[in-house]
Antibody, heavy 120, light 111 residues
């Protein structure tokens, strides 16, 4: 059974750096064909891809946010970490981590999400 | 503005059928599989359809998907009040370094 859970601060100040950790179970990120991604959803708005990392450490980033994002993995800990610099109130959103099947282009398992508010 | 275009809302009566469209381009829907996700109020999205028309285990056959060219459609028959949710289409986009793209979401109201 695949599960993912996001953890990190619920409140950050403008200009600060956000660090979110996704801890997962039920799969290994060293298995060929697997990826873990981050997706966010501002309140009342649509889903937005942020970043993803593949089993072979290939990384992809949203073009509009690429300069602010870094995604890394720790296979031994079953964790993926996303950092986003220079946070702004418009970055207030629920952040989801997800298990991805790249060949099918699908997100088959989602974490419960964590709401991050950016405010001074 | 989302890369994939969905109608903001659709509605139908219980027991009826509804379809939700998702329009894209050759760089995304035209050359990749489409997935559909259901997001009930206050919860994380859930995979409904993958590989254009396949249902994960546990998803009833009232839900169906299809794709033609650069558009895809989600169909829901025998509507139930519990189907009230936001529905998103998603796929890969070969022109974007991030890989994935979503539609803007469609709010389904079961009258």
């Amino acid at each position: 059974q695949i599960t993912l859970k996001e953890s990190g601060p619920t409140l950050v100040k403008p200009t600060q750096t956000l660090t979110l950790t996704c801890t997962f179970s039920g799969f290994s990120l060293s298995t060929s064909g697997v990826g873990v991604g981050w997706i966010r959803q501002p309140p009342g708005k649509a889903l937005e891809w942020l970043a993803l990392i593949y089993w072979d450490d290939d990384k992809r980033y949203s073009p509009s946010l690429k300069s602010r994002l870094t995604i890394t993995k720790d296979t031994s800990k079953n964790q993926v970490v996303l950092t986003m610099t220079n946070m702004d109130p418009v970055d207030t959103a629920t952040y989801y981590c997800a298990h991805i099947l790249p060949k099918l282009g699908t997100v088959d398992y989602w974490g419960q999400g964590t709401l991050v508010t950016v405010s001074s | 503005q989302s890369v994939l275009t969905q109608p903001p809302s659709v509605s139908a009566a219980p027991g009826q059928k509804v379809t939700i469209s998702c329009s894209g381009s050759s760089s995304n829907i035209g050359n990749n599989y489409v997935s559909w996700y259901q997001q009930l109020p206050g919860t994380a999205p859930k995979l409904l359809i993958y590989e254009n028309n396949k249902r994960p285990s546990g998803i009833p056959d009232r839900f169906s998907g299809s794709k033609s060219g650069t558009s895809a459609t989600l169909g829901i028959t025998g509507l139930q009040t519990g189907d009230e949710a936001d529905y998103y289409c998603g796929t890969w986009d070969s022109s974007l370094s991030a890989g994935g793209v979503f539609g803007g979401g469609t709010k389904l109201t079961v009258l």
